[in-house]
């Protein structure tokens, strides 16, 4: 019983590099892969309808141009490329963002409203490669890639560097 039973159109979305489904799910999110429109996307999954959350639609380029944004509008978050994201129990997504080094978390706002969450860097530092363990924006990546929960579900393991030959363990809240 191997047969397709539904497409969604995503062909506004530009290119996607990684999907997360939600706990409950109910949704889809996709992550850009750094070419326009560089925005993270909703997909409501019983209906298909697709909600732009985040993005300026914009890639970051530099570490000057690439801001978290506002709390509570994650549309002025600047993305470029995520490679890998987990889901939190309470809904938070945390997310890799390669081309800047880093590790990011959105978090919901009221309600569970992505619409009006927030986006904050909580590891390593934009623009800023190399390879050292340390707390939040001490850490840096050389290329963070792929990622998974452990047993506890709030020890992320991840990929790190271009070969993806150096596993990394980071321990959240």
């Known amino acids: 019983d191997n047969k397709l039973l539904q497409t969604y159109d995503l062909s506004a979305c ?14 889809l999110f996709a992550f ?8 993270m996307f909703m997909i409501d999954i019983a209906s ?17 141009s ?25 809904g938070t997504i945390i997310f890799n963002d390669p081309i800047a080094f880093t590790i990011r978390e959105f978090k919901p706002g009221p309600g569970g409203d992505y619409t ?23 850490a840096r990546f050389i290329y963070p890639c792929g990622m998974a929960f452990g047993p506890d579900g709030k020890t992320i393991y991840m990929f790190d560097g271009t070969t993806c030959s150096t596993v990394r363990k980071i321990y959240y809240k």
């Open 14 to 27: 530009g290119l996607i590099e990684s999907l997360l489904m939600s706990n409950d799910k109910t949704k």
């Open 32 to 39: 850009p892969q750094g070419t326009a429109p560089v925005n």
């Open 48 to 64: 298909g309808n697709m909600t732009t959350i985040a993005g300026t639609g914009t890639k970051h380029t530099n570490a000057d």
């Open 66 to 90: 690439y801001p978290d944004g506002e709390a509570g509008n994650p549309l002025t978050t600047s993305l470029n490329m995520c490679e890998g994201a987990v889901m939190m129990e309470d």
């Open 116 to 138: 009006k969450g927030t986006i904050t860097t909580i590891a390593g530092k934009p623009y800023n490669k190399s390879h050292a363990d340390g707390l939040s924006t001490a």
